[in-house]
């Protein structure tokens, strides 16, 4: 069965330091990856998501940026964060393109940017 | 940008009573689909929907999939406290590269 980690879970960061969040799937290959958003507990925001290893698309505009190194990993990263990237980051995953997109979430990952 | 209105955004419910929230949209959507997220966890997903008009239950849940492709509903029947949680509706257009539009949630509540 497939299972999506992503950690870590919870992160307490100064404004101006670097992010970095990972997560990994297990159990497929080749699926699509995602990082969401979720501010004060409601609405999903897509930030990016990957169709493949180092193929990145932004929704976005931000100072955040994503990579694909491998097949199952995707890292969201960020040089210099903002007090507005404070929020709660999803990564999901789904089949490939062309199959109906239901997505599966990670734990998410809790940053606080003082 | 193709949008979801989800409603209601919040409810208060007694323990035993049945639920009903629905998502309507501008846009006609290929997919529906429900999930639920929990305090400090990721969203689960609880019904998908592929096809207008399907009807699919899951336990206590029951989702509709609209005739006119821009609508769906969610039911849950004598609620229980573990529903409590925020409840997301999501649909996919052709032409979306799989992308979900998300709703922005309804927030259920139940007194035991």
């Known amino acids: 069965s497939q299972t999506i980690h992503q950690w870590p879970a919870t992160l307490v960061q100064p404004v101006g330091s670097p992010l970095s969040l990972e997560c990994t799937v297990e159990?497929?290959?080749?699926?699509?990856l995602y990082w969401y958003r979720q501010a004060a507990g409601r609405g999903l925001q897509l930030l990016f998501y990957?169709?493949?290893?180092?193929?990145i698309s932004s929704e976005v505009p931000q100072n955040l940026s994503a990579s694909r190194p491998q097949d199952r990993q995707f890292i969201l990263s960020s040089k210099k964060l903002l007090l507005s990237d404070s929020g709660f980051y999803l990564c999901a995953w789904s089949k490939g393109v062309g199959i109906a997109g239901e997505l599966f979430f990670g734990e998410g990952s809790r940053l606080t940017v003082l | 940008g193709q949008q979801l209105n989800q409603s209601p955004q919040s409810m208060f419910i007694q323990e035993g009573e049945d639920v009903s929230m629905n998502c309507t949209s501008s846009s006609i959507f290929n997919t529906w689909l429900w999930y639920k997220q929990d305090p400090g966890e990721g969203p689960v997903l609880l019904i998908a929907?592929?096809?207008?008009?399907e009807l699919t239950s899951n336990g206590r849940l029951t989702a509709q999939f609209g005739i006119t492709r821009k609508d769906s509903f969610l039911n849950i029947s004598a609620s229980i406290p573990s529903d409590v949680g925020i409840y997301f509706c999501?649909?996919?257009?052709?032409?979306?590269?799989?992308?979900?539009?998300f709703g922005k949630g309804t927030k259920l509540s139940v007194k035991p």
């Open positions: 990957s169709v493949g290893i180092g193929q």
């Open positions: 929907l592929y096809k207008a008009g």
């Open positions: 159990g497929t290959s080749n699926p699509n």
């Open positions: 999501a649909g996919q257009s052709r032409g979306s590269q799989g992308n979900l539009i």
